[in-house]
């Protein structure tokens, strides 16, 4: 019995003694998450305090403490050294500190410096500032691509008919993933490195064009069009110009009126230069441009014809500016070109050169009429007629402005006609129905010239 007794209070202080080892433990535990999560905190903030100062030569400092207290982590953890030091490149290349941008790129890896200097590029090429440097940037960043890359670029310059092959199935709008159930589409990531090399090239060559440096420009031009194509082709051209014999130069672009591919605004100019040094005892230059346009137009006109519809057109009654009442019905048996537009809209009033050299070219020509409709605006009626007059009037722009009106918070002719975007033009053929509609400025004068010509004389 004594025994049964003595072996009972044994197991009886076995088991506590285990569950306060166990309670013990799992406080321990505790209290270590709370501090593993304590010095991540304080960790994150002394990060944060290094990132976010204002004052680019505390930076340093900061960051100084931060890799005394905590050493970098492998590259591509979240506090890996291409993360540390890549952040203080960025701020150092947005304050042109251009010696200590090249200190802090030097510590990052070869991935991560090329895409920083790929970037950098582009910034400064956005805002036009230190091209010098950026042609440098976008160079090196080149030569860091293809060092990582050169199994999987192009080995004569021209990407193989696999790459081609699923470019127009996007063009087509075929899209097929890149990753399925988490496993690569190795055709497909690379397509995305010659198309982000083509990229990368048509930056460099866009730069050395600025740059004038024309021969350094023109072979990565060269590799940027073969890879990307039409979006590259008018930069290769207009470096083309000036590197080749003028009559070679000015036979390619020609080639390209042909086809209806201009939308470059300095291509007439570039023309007008080659034509004279290729043929300098002719005087006909005229004709030959003309006969150039004519070839573009009707390009334009078969590509364009495709887009063609034919939809009810709503009708309006509207006043301008001279206080006249304006009826779409009144004009039926005329091309009618409508532009809505406001105030407030910047690519709006981009495309109004442009706009005002197409009603130039129709002036002789009672059968085409354009109205710009002014809508979407929030200013108060008379301060809205002020300003647009004073605006019209100090352009120098022959234009028959259009008051939309408004009878609830929706203006009523651009809700009518469904625009969902400014600017947006129709034009509305002499039945009365809508043959075209055209959203947006892509920035060129020439594509928005030729394309609307294009659909007035297909509506004609």
Same mark, same amino acid.
């Given at each position: 019995?004594?025994?049964?007794?003595?072996?009972?209070?044994?197991?009886?202080?076995?088991?506590?003694?285990?569950?306060?080892?166990?309670?013990?433990?799992?406080?321990?535990?505790? !209290?270590? !998450?709370?501090?593993?999560?304590?010095?991540?905190? *304080?960790?994150?903030?002394?990060?944060?305090?290094?990132?976010?100062?204002?004052?680019?030569?505390?930076?340093?400092?900061?960051?100084?403490?931060?890799?005394?207290?905590?050493? @970098?982590?492998?590259?591509?953890?979240?506090?890996?050294?291409?993360?540390?030091?890549?952040?203080?490149?960025?701020?150092?290349?947005?304050?042109?500190?251009?010696?200590?941008?090249?200190?802090?790129?030097?510590?990052?890896?070869?991935?991560?410096?090329?895409?920083?200097?790929?970037? $950098? @590029?582009? %910034?400064?090429?956005?805002?036009?500032?230190?091209?010098?440097?950026?042609?440098?940037?976008?160079?090196?960043?080149?030569?860091?691509? =293809?060092?990582?890359?050169?199994?999987?670029?192009?080995?004569?310059?021209? /990407?193989?008919?696999?790459?081609?092959?699923?470019?127009?199935?996007?063009?087509?709008? $075929?899209?097929?993933?890149?990753?399925?159930?988490?496993?690569? %589409?190795?055709?497909?990531?690379?397509?995305?490195?010659?198309?982000?090399?083509?990229?990368?090239?048509? +930056?460099?060559?866009?730069?050395?064009?600025?740059?004038?440096?024309?021969?350094?420009?023109? &072979?990565?031009? +060269?590799?940027?069009?073969?890879?990307?194509?039409?979006?590259?082709?008018?930069?290769?051209?207009?470096?083309?110009?000036?590197?080749?014999? /003028?009559?070679?130069?000015?036979?390619?672009?020609?080639?390209?009126?042909?086809? !209806?591919?201009?939308?470059?605004? =300095?291509?007439?100019? $570039?023309?007008?230069?080659?034509?004279?040094?290729?043929?300098?005892?002719?005087?006909?230059?005229?004709?030959?441009?003309?006969?150039?346009?004519?070839?573009?137009?009707?390009?334009?006109?078969?590509? $364009?014809?495709? =887009?063609?519809?034919?939809?009810?057109?709503?009708?309006?009654?509207?006043?301008?500016?001279?206080?006249?009442?304006?009826?779409?019905? %009144?004009?039926?048996?005329?091309?009618?070109?409508?532009?809505?537009? *406001?105030?407030?809209?910047?690519?709006?009033?981009?495309?109004?050169?442009?706009?005002?050299?197409?009603?130039?070219?129709?002036?002789?020509?009672?059968?085409?009429?354009?109205?710009?409709?002014?809508?979407?605006?929030?200013?108060?009626?008379?301060?809205?007629?002020?300003?647009?007059?004073?605006?019209?009037?100090?352009?120098?722009?022959?234009?028959?402005?259009?008051?939309?009106?408004?009878?609830?918070?929706?203006?009523?002719?651009?809700?009518?006609?469904?625009?969902?975007?400014?600017?947006?033009?129709?034009?509305?053929? &002499?039945?009365?129905?809508?043959?075209?509609? %055209?959203?947006?400025?892509?920035?060129?004068?020439?594509?928005?010239?030729?394309?609307?010509?294009?659909?007035?004389?297909?509506?004609?």
């Amino acid at each position: 019995m004594k025994n049964i007794l003595k072996y009972s209070l044994l197991i009886l202080l076995y088991i506590t003694f285990s569950l306060s080892s166990a309670n013990l433990l799992a406080q321990n535990k505790k !209290g270590a !998450g709370a501090d593993l999560k304590k010095a991540e905190q *304080a960790k994150l903030t002394l990060f944060e305090k290094t990132f976010k100062t204002k004052k680019l030569d505390s930076i340093e400092i900061y960051l100084n403490q931060f890799l005394k207290r905590y050493p @970098a982590e492998p590259v591509g953890s979240r506090f890996g050294s291409d993360v540390l030091y890549g952040d203080i490149g960025q701020r150092m290349a947005e304050e042109k500190r251009w010696d200590k941008y090249e200190f802090y790129l030097s510590k990052l890896s070869n991935a991560a410096s090329t895409e920083l200097d790929y970037g $950098i @590029a582009v %910034d400064l090429t956005k805002t036009g500032s230190d091209l010098n440097v950026a042609e440098h940037l976008a160079l090196r960043a080149i030569m860091g691509y =293809e060092k990582d890359n050169a199994a999987d670029l192009p080995k004569n310059g021209k /990407p193989d008919s696999t790459f081609i092959k699923n470019e127009e199935e996007q063009a087509r709008g $075929i899209f097929r993933r890149v990753y399925i159930n988490g496993k690569p %589409d190795s055709t497909l990531l690379n397509n995305e490195k010659i198309r982000k090399y083509g990229s990368m090239a048509g +930056l460099y060559a866009e730069i050395a064009y600025h740059n004038k440096h024309y021969a350094l420009g023109l &072979p990565y031009a +060269l590799k940027a069009k073969d890879i990307l194509g039409d979006k590259a082709e008018e930069l290769y051209l207009k470096l083309l110009a000036q590197t080749a014999e /003028p009559a070679v130069a000015l036979s390619a672009i020609a080639a390209r009126y042909n086809n !209806g591919r201009i939308n470059d605004d =300095e291509f007439p100019q $570039i023309v007008a230069e080659l034509y004279k040094k290729a043929y300098p005892e002719r005087n006909d230059f005229k004709a030959y441009y003309e006969g150039l346009r004519s070839q573009l137009i009707a390009a334009n006109k078969t590509r $364009i014809s495709k =887009e063609r519809l034919s939809l009810p057109a709503s009708d309006f009654s509207l006043l301008n500016l001279k206080g006249e009442t304006v009826k779409l019905s %009144d004009l039926k048996g005329k091309t009618v070109v409508i532009d809505f537009w *406001a105030t407030w809209c910047v690519f709006c009033k981009k495309g109004f050169p442009a706009m005002q050299k197409v009603i130039n070219s129709y002036s002789d020509n009672d059968k085409v009429v354009f109205l710009f409709i002014n809508t979407q605006e929030s200013l108060s009626e008379e301060a809205r007629k002020k300003q647009i007059a004073d605006y019209i009037v100090n352009s120098k722009f022959n234009f028959n402005v259009l008051f939309d009106t408004r009878k609830s918070p929706e203006y009523d002719v651009v809700t009518a006609y469904k625009v969902d975007g400014l600017p947006t033009k129709f034009v509305i053929s &002499p039945d009365g129905k809508v043959a075209f509609k %055209d959203v947006g400025y892509a920035g060129s004068d020439e594509k928005l010239i030729n394309d609307l010509t294009a659909m007035i004389e297909l509506t004609r």
